[in-house]
């Protein structure tokens, strides 16, 4: 497989300009809303980097890091269960996220509604799930067109240089 992007994002807004619109409106209902926005950023993330994503989850990564989300929750999203680092409620958000985005592998079961719903109030679980939504259905055109990264241009240093003995 190359990394060379088989569509950018702006053919893709130039071709399928009332789709592109539509989810742009439909992210802007959920970035406005009452669900708490590191929340969505850790979904969004959590999502992407289930899907294989690698522009969403950079450019969600870069969205979290300038948000000032803490350094642990970003390094370890990937391994959040075994992690210590989430209050109850990020997971019961991320394990909402999981069962959404492989939604043809695992069933909603009514035990897991019940889970998740002890954590948020119906108006919050439905923006939950809006969020879940609209970053699958982003995941599902940046990947197969293989959108590049936003890679910051910043450098990062080896972790040799910061480690203390």
């Keep these: 497989m ?4 088989r569509m950018s994002s702006k ?7 009332a789709a592109h619109n539509a989810i742009v409106a439909l ?29 969403c989850t950079q450019l969600h ?3 979290s890091r300038h948000m000032g989300i803490d350094a642990p929750k ?12 989430f209050s109850d409620r990020e997971k019961a958000a991320l394990t909402w996220t999981e069962h959404l985005t492989r939604l043809s592998e695992h069933h909603v079961s009514d035990q897991d509604y019940a889970a998740v ?7 919050e679980l439905a923006w939950l799930s809006a969020a879940v939504a609209v970053i699958n259905t982003w995941n599902r055109i940046a990947a ?6 936003p890679i910051p241009r910043h450098t ?5 240089e910061h480690a203390q003995v």
């Design 2 to 5: 190359s990394n060379k992007p």
């Design 11 to 17: 053919e893709f807004q130039s071709y399928a300009g």
């Design 27 to 55: 992210s802007q209902a959920v970035a406005n809303s009452t669900l708490d926005a590191e929340l969505q950023q850790l979904v969004k993330l959590r999502a992407s980097q289930m899907n294989g994503c690698a522009f």
């Design 61 to 63: 990564i870069n969205e």
């Design 74 to 85: 970003l390094d370890l999203l990937a391994v959040w269960r075994e992690a210590g680092v």
């Design 117 to 123: 719903s002890a954590h948020f109030a119906p108006n």
């Design 144 to 149: 197969p067109f293989q959108y590049d990264p």
């Design 156 to 160: 990062i240093q080896p972790a040799h």
